[in-house]
């Protein structure tokens, strides 16, 4: 199986700004059915202008979104907490991606890879960061 991708604010704020190499990545794995999430924090933290956001809308259509439900915010949290960080959505990607990881490899994309490796080391998760 290839590997799911999971999307941060940065990799969907570079969607939206019409980013050849992320539109790439997104196209590629789209074409080869793979999994693409999205936590819905990171879609607030990137959607602004609504109707001039096509681009993004169109890119948000091959991913599904991971609500920040109540048990998500929980452990974005404690995980903050643990890893002594303070950002929940960040926490939240991380927490997406070490979900994927436990049956497969997972990669995120991200603008933050130095926090995403943090949070991901401290979850003992191994997944692969690629910096947008």
Do not use: Y
């Amino acid at each position: 199986m290839t590997a799911p991708l999971v999307l941060d604010t940065g990799a969907l704020i570079a969607l939206d700004r019409n980013d050849r190499q992320m539109w790439a990545v997104l196209r590629v794995a789209a074409d080869e059915r793979r999994l693409i999430q999205v936590p819905t924090g990171a879609v607030a933290q990137a959607w602004r202008h609504g109707s001039r956001q096509a681009l993004l809308s169109r890119a948000l259509r091959h991913c599904d979104e991971v609500p920040l439900d109540g048990v998500m915010a929980r452990a974005a949290g404690l995980l903050c907490g643990r890893a002594g960080t303070v950002d929940v959505i960040d926490a939240s990607v991380a927490l997406t991606a070490s979900t994927l990881a436990r049956s497969s490899d997972a990669v995120v994309f991200t603008s933050d890879p130095n926090d995403i490796a943090h949070l991901a080391d401290t979850l003992g998760a191994k997944i692969q960061i690629e910096h947008v």
